[in-house]
């Protein structure tokens, strides 16, 4: 009988879970251990969605999936070809853990808690006989053609194959040890964040929610569509996070001091919003503009506006002058606001940069280099907007990975 092959993942968490699992699976033969540097495995899938866990998002269709990754959307429209949002599903699902799929297509354990997605992790892998270990901080790997080293903590081990799943690093300095192996970095940036606008009196409309607006950042062409949520510090909801994920790298570029141009009317053309104001004038020109909201818009939200355009909200439709329906045009569809910071958004936090995708041959998520290592995770300059698409990545390179392993 031949020696048994040994596999190490670095990284407890999403990824790492389903590398392992998956290489177990493919290679029962093998000894396969997660090592993971804190003493908690799936920290992030713990609190992930509220604690509730969205765990992929309901879309058949590969190209629509991948358009979804600001980073990483050509790789994988290849790697989901083997393993896409409905093999989630039913994965799980044939695990015992019923998935939910809301109107939004965001899908959601049941249970409505994230432990449940935790417990079949570990009750899989008590099964396949995955070893686990916590507290072992991986600091640096030596790579042969045969073997790899790593040094874990004070002791060092070797492996046949190790699968690097250590997730996002806020810094650069935390893919130091990845950058020693002569694998190209992507400075790490954070993507889906709120934009801040300190003492903007926009502000006083906290937990406004604009159902569907058109954010677009000046001088570019870069625009978020869908809700738009008015916070304390400024502007959220899908719309601007959309937009945090497609422009991180320019956002940041910028020291996010930025102008963005909003269209309350979602993506309302001018013409079609001065015919509505001409038949508003015409039916309505007795009353007052703070009592005859012609938008679908909040009144407080609408009479906030008529003070941004600098129209009185006392006057008669009828009174208002040519040069008040330009300004009231452009505030509704063309609305100027600066932007002074951000607020990483809480809910889902992710990091572009990482890895470069350069590095990797996704048929197999190994190391171009290093043919015996791979890459699975956030670890890799891979990140998607939010709706359970950035544990999607996870689960198919960790898949992939663990299944080429040899
Ligand atoms: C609050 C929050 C909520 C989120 N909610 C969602 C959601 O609902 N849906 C969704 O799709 N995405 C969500 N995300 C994003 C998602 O959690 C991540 O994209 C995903 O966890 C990435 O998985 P990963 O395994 O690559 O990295 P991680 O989950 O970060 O796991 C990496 C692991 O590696 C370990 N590690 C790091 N370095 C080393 C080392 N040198 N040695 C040993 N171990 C190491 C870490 O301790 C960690 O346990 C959320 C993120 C946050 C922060």
Not at 10 to 26: L, N, V
Request: glycine share 8%.
């Amino acid at each position: 009988m031949g020696k048994q092959q040994k596999i190490a993942i670095i990284g407890g968490g999403a990824a790492g879970f389903f590398a392992a699992i998956s290489a177990k699976q493919h290679w029962p033969n093998a000894q396969v251990s997660i090592l993971e540097k804190s003493n908690k495995f799936l920290a992030k899938v713990k609190i992930s969605g509220g604690g509730r866990c969205n765990v992929t998002h309901d879309c058949p269709d590969i190209k629509e999936l991948s358009n979804a990754y600001p980073r990483g959307n050509t790789q994988l429209r290849k790697a989901f070809h083997q393993f896409a949002a409905t093999d989630t599903f039913e994965w799980f699902e044939s695990r015992g853990v019923a998935l939910k799929v809301y109107p939004d297509g965001c899908v959601f354990p049941v249970a409505n808690d994230s432990q449940v997605i935790i417990d079949c992790f570990m009750n899989t892998c008590k099964q396949l006989g995955i070893i686990l270990k916590t507290q072992q901080y991986i600091s640096k790997l030596e790579v042969s053609s045969t073997a790899v080293t790593i040094h874990n903590n004070e002791a060092i081990q070797t492996y046949d194959h190790v699968v690097i799943c250590a997730g996002g690093q806020p810094k650069r300095s935390g893919l130091d040890w990845l950058a020693a192996l002569g694998l190209e970095i992507i400075e790490p940036l954070p993507s889906l964040f709120t934009f801040n606008m300190p003492k903007n009196p926009i502000s006083e409309l906290m937990g406004t929610v604009v159902p569907n607006a058109t954010v677009k950042i000046e001088g570019t062409k870069l625009s978020g569509q869908g809700p738009l949520l008015i916070t304390h510090w400024g502007m959220s909801g899908p719309a601007v996070l959309l937009l945090s994920a497609w422009g991180a790298r320019l956002l940041a570029e910028k020291n996010y001091q930025f102008a963005i141009l909003v269209n309350w009317l979602d993506q309302k053309k001018e013409d079609d919003l001065r015919q509505d104001l001409t038949h508003t004038i015409n039916a309505h020109g007795a009353k007052k503009l703070s009592n005859w909201n012609p938008t679908p818009l909040t009144n407080r939200l609408w009479n906030h506006l008529l003070v941004r355009a600098e129209i009185s909200a006392d006057q008669r439709w009828a009174e208002v002058g040519k040069k008040a329906i330009n300004k009231l045009v452009n505030t509704l569809l063309n609305d100027r606001f600066e932007v002074q910071g951000k607020t990483t958004f809480k809910e889902e936090f992710v990091t572009a940069g990482g890895v470069a995708l350069s590095e990797i041959d996704f048929q197999t998520m190994k190391s171009k280099k290093h043919p015996n290592l791979s890459f699975a995770g956030e670890v890799l300059d891979i990140d998607g907007i939010t709706g359970g698409y950035n544990f999607q990545a996870a689960w198919t390179t960790g898949f992939i990975a663990g299944k080429h392993v040899f």
